[in-house]
């Protein structure tokens, strides 16, 4: 029976330290990807027409966002 106590504590301790460091490795892997990560989904305002649209979906021209590329057209 001490047998089975012994394996009991040292699976114990071995799934108590194995589970502790994946933790703290995901954690700060993820805090440090959205720190580094630009924002996406980030809203501009289009220059012309005052639309907000996501940074992925807008034109930049000469530092200015545009929601379409009529809306570059007009500011050309
Ligand atoms: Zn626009």
Redesign the pocket.
């Known amino acids: 029976m001490q047998y089975l106590v012994v394996i009991a504590l040292i699976t114990v301790v071995y799934f108590f330290f194995i589970k502790k460091r994946p933790i703290t490795n995901t954690t700060s892997k993820k805090s440090t990807q959205k720190k580094t990560k630009p924002q996406s989904n980030d809203m501009v305002e ?1 220059s ?4 907000y649209c996501e940074v992925d979906d807008s034109i930049l021209s000469n530092g200015k966002y ?3 590329s ?2 570059l057209d007009e500011a050309v």
């Open positions: 289009c012309t027409c005052g639309i545009y929601c379409s009529e809306c």
